[in-house]
């Protein structure tokens, strides 16, 4: 139980933004929402978490939903090298959190 | 980011033999090393979680006596496969989690290891 929802797959042109959708309904109050992206044949990458408020960093930016049902991972300028599988994952705060994997969105950048 | 490298980076093998996966944090200290597989087309499946020293904690339906996790320093662990068959054929990738204190501690992921059992 991934326990996120995400579209199976999006597509976006190169050098537009793309905006992936997370829906997290039954996140707890202590749940930090994660965001990895896997290329193809290697490890998933760390992109970005946050608990309440919105995040930026050099690589994307998230939004979080005031009642934290949903998220939204904002590539500001998709590049041919942003194809991945990304994974929304929730994961109890702390030092002791477990990430569980769901199926992610393949996100399909054209040229 | 931090680096987490895994060797080999592909292996294939003899039915009936076993490997060893080697998971190294090259620039922090790992407390914790998560050790996953992922088959074809589907997503990332957590085996089994190890503190450094500690014996690991395997998820639900993991063989523990199949899939041997040693976690002897802060920044090596070893997933040994034994006595390895055709269905364990996979993508094994190695995770590394650095402690801060009680704040949320970063993750990192291997390279990943490709096996192959004939």
């Known amino acids: 139980d991934a326990k996120t929802t995400q579209p199976n797959s999006m597509e976006s042109n190169e050098e537009e933004p793309v905006h992936l959708p997370c829906n997290h309904s039954t996140i707890s109050g202590t749940d930090y929402i994660h965001w990895y992206r896997q290329l193809p044949s290697q490890g998933p990458e760390y992109v970005i978490h946050g608990l309440t408020s919105n995040v930026n960093n050099r690589m994307a930016s998230l939004a979080i939903a005031e009642d934290r049902k949903s998220s939204t991972l904002i590539l500001h300028r998709a590049t041919l090298r942003d194809a991945a599988v990304y994974y929304c994952?929730?994961?109890?705060?702390?030092?002791?959190?477990?990430?569980?994997f769901g199926k992610g969105t393949l996100l399909t950048v054209n040229p | 980011g931090a680096v987490v490298s895994q060797h080999p980076s592909w292996v294939i093998c003899k039915s009936g033999t076993s490997v060893k996966i080697e998971c190294r944090s090259l620039?922090?200290?790992?407390?914790?090393m998560f050790w996953y597989r992922q088959f074809p087309k589907q997503s990332l499946m957590l085996m089994a979680t190890?503190?450094?020293?500690?014996?690991?904690?395997?998820e639900q339906g993991v063989e523990k006596d199949k899939f041997l996790i040693n976690h002897a320093s802060l920044t090596l662990s070893t997933l040994t496969v034994t006595s390895a068959h055709p269905e364990d054929s996979s993508f094994y990738i190695c995770?590394?989690?650095?402690?801060?204190?009680?704040?949320?501690?970063?993750?990192?992921f291997g390279p990943g290891t490709r096996l192959t059992v004939l």
């Open positions: 994952i929730r994961a109890r705060g702390g030092s002791n959190y477990k990430l569980t």
């Open positions: 995770s590394a989690r650095e402690r801060q204190g009680s704040a949320i501690g970063w993750q990192f």
């Open positions: 190890s503190n450094e020293g500690s014996k690991a904690t395997y």
């Open positions: 620039d922090f200290q790992a407390t914790t």
